[in-house]
């Protein structure tokens, strides 16, 4: 129940396009939905994140849907850039003093010139 | 500026050899993480020190142990390195004041030979 499923595990996308990766939980007290960026080499940093009161957060060309009662959130980056060539993990926690972060198995993005 | 340092970027140590991995940080923030991380795999947790309470996942092996010294640093050691050891570990820093985003430091790449 603390798992976070995330699909694909790999995904190639065009210059220009729209990159989409999902993200499904089953443990109904998790309250906080953050997306990692990792590129070869470095640390995770945070992209976005989301609450579940919220269907929906939009910072730039990254957008995060979610649907609470589905139980699933999504990642959509818009007009994506061979830049955004990455590993995105999804992940999920419970607000409190420890806050530990479950993250999905993480999506590795090609972007095409 | 860097907001979480981790030294040295690389190490290479021999089977069984002890070693360390520090982790420092200019963020003043309560909660310190050790990540493990191999390669294609999210993250994987092994302890976090929420102030100075150490807590330690349970199925972090007893080879692991880590130290924290003062609010600034945090440090990993590995008491007899194996093959399976290698991996890059990662250290995150969050504040307490119930912000949720936890901050990643570089990483320190293990090579055990």
């Known amino acids: 129940q603390q798992q976070v499923k995330q699909s694909p595990q790999s995904l190639i996308v065009q210059k220009g396009g729209i990159s989409i990766i999902n993200c499904a939980y089953e443990?109904?007290?998790?309250?906080?939905f953050p997306w990692y960026q990792q590129f070869p080499g470095k640390g995770p940093a945070l992209l976005i994140a989301i609450r579940p009161d919220v269907s929906e957060k939009k910072e730039g060309r990254f957008t995060i849907s979610f649907n609470k009662s589905a139980k699933q959130f999504s990642l959509h980056i818009m007009d994506s850039q061979p830049g955004d060539s990455a590993t995105y993990f999804c992940a999920a926690s419970i607000g409190g003093a420890t806050n530990k972060l479950i993250f999905g198995t993480g999506t590795l993005l090609a972007v095409q010139p | 500026d860097a907001m979480v340092i981790q030294n040295p970027r690389y190490q290479v140590t021999q089977f069984g050899k002890p070693v360390t991995l520090s982790c420092s940080q200019t963020?003043?923030?309560?909660?310190m993480y050790w990540y493990q991380q191999k390669s294609s795999q999210a993250p994987k947790l092994l302890f976090h020190y929420y102030d100075k309470d150490f807590n330690n996942e349970a199925d972090t092996p007893d080879n692991f142990q880590s130290r924290r010294p003062n609010t600034s640093f945090c440090f990993l050691d590995i008491r007899s390195p194996g093959l399976g050891d290698a991996a890059m570990y990662l250290c995150?820093?969050?504040?307490?004041?119930?912000?949720?985003?936890?901050?990643f430091g570089p990483g320190t790449r293990l090579l055990v030979l």
């Open positions: 443990n109904t007290a998790f309250d906080y």
């Open positions: 963020l003043n923030h309560n909660v």
């Open positions: 995150a820093t969050r504040s307490r004041g119930g912000q949720e985003t936890q901050y």
